[in-house]
């Protein structure tokens, strides 16, 4: 078709020279720009169309047989270093042993052991012979067998005749010391068939201020004193506890917590009950006043 026009357009061109030869140079230049627009029109389409048949008739990629696989990953465990593996074995062995050995009562060679291994470190030879107290200072330890009541009625028989003869203030006639609060209201729970009649006070720190301690010290007479050795610390200081008239003082020695430690067993405990025999226990005992008593 394009052929067919350009050779109508030479005919009419070369009529138009013929007639008009002014017009030649115009009509020659306008023919050159429309074959040139018209070939390249075709040579777009053919081009186009060349491309979308060879897009559509292109070769799709075969996938490839072999795929990859997907790589493992592996944690590497630390090594267990023979430090770690030492701790672990000597902390499951303390574990096995509180809970499977059998409870052995305590002995006075035990306190005694306990106050040299305190002292050790701050205290020369002679004044860690001073902490030795003869065995007359100790009454019989609990084997065990006994209910508070029961060992109490033991070491002290004579007890309804003491706490009547007892009539001084700001005292008590036996202490009962023990690792915390709630241990103490037990324990005071425990020794009903003991105590009588007797004016029991509970000597710790939970919900009770040290003021108003001293004062019902003050008011009334108190035969037995059941706490916590930093609270009977703190009231000897604040003198509203004497300890001269103190005839018993006994340890909850024996009895273990949920985590299996005994009172002594405890850090802090420990320290405060060696701070409270320097405040005029180990005197007392010496002087055979004052008996010590493990339950």
């Not at 006075?108 to 902490?131: A, F, G, H, T």
């Not at 004497?242 to 320290?271: S, Y």
């Amino acid at each position: 078709m394009a052929s067919c026009d350009l050779s109508a357009q030479h005919i009419s061109l070369g009529l138009k020279i013929k007639r008009k030869p002014g017009v030649v140079a115009h009509s020659l230049h306008s023919l050159a720009l429309t074959y040139s627009s018209s070939t390249e029109a075709s040579d777009g389409e053919g081009r186009g169309d060349t491309e979308m048949m060879q897009q559509e008739t292109a070769p799709v990629p075969a996938l490839s047989k072999k795929t990859k696989q997907p790589k493992e990953c592996f944690l590497v465990q630390p090594k267990e270093t023979k430090e770690d593996a030492t701790k672990t074995r000597k902390r499951r062995k303390i574990t096995d042993v509180l809970a499977k050995s059998e409870p052995k009562p305590g002995t006075p060679e035990d306190l005694q052991k306990l106050m040299k291994d305190y002292y050790s470190s701050n205290r020369s030879v002679i004044e860690l012979e001073e902490l030795n107290l003869p065995d007359s200072c100790f009454l019989k330890a609990n084997d065990l067998t006994h209910s508070l009541s029961s060992y109490l009625k033991e070491i002290c028989p004579k007890w309804v005749k003491l706490r009547k003869n007892h009539n001084e203030k700001k005292s008590v006639l036996m202490l009962i010391i023990c690792s915390s609060a709630l241990r103490a209201l037990e324990l005071i729970r425990s020794m009903t068939a003991f105590r009588g009649d007797s004016k029991v006070m509970k000597l710790f720190a939970k919900h009770i201020k040290v003021q108003e301690q001293v004062k019902l010290l003050e008011k009334r007479v108190v035969h037995l004193g059941v706490g916590t050795p930093g609270r009977i610390k703190e009231l000897i200081k604040q003198g509203g506890l004497n300890l001269n008239p103190l005839k018993f003082l006994v340890f909850d020695w024996n009895w273990r917590d949920q985590k299996l430690r005994r009172m002594m067993d405890i850090p802090e405990i420990r320290k405060e009950v060696f701070e409270l025999l320097e405040m005029g226990v180990l005197s007392l005992c010496k002087s055979e006043s004052l008996k010590l008593g493990l339950f």
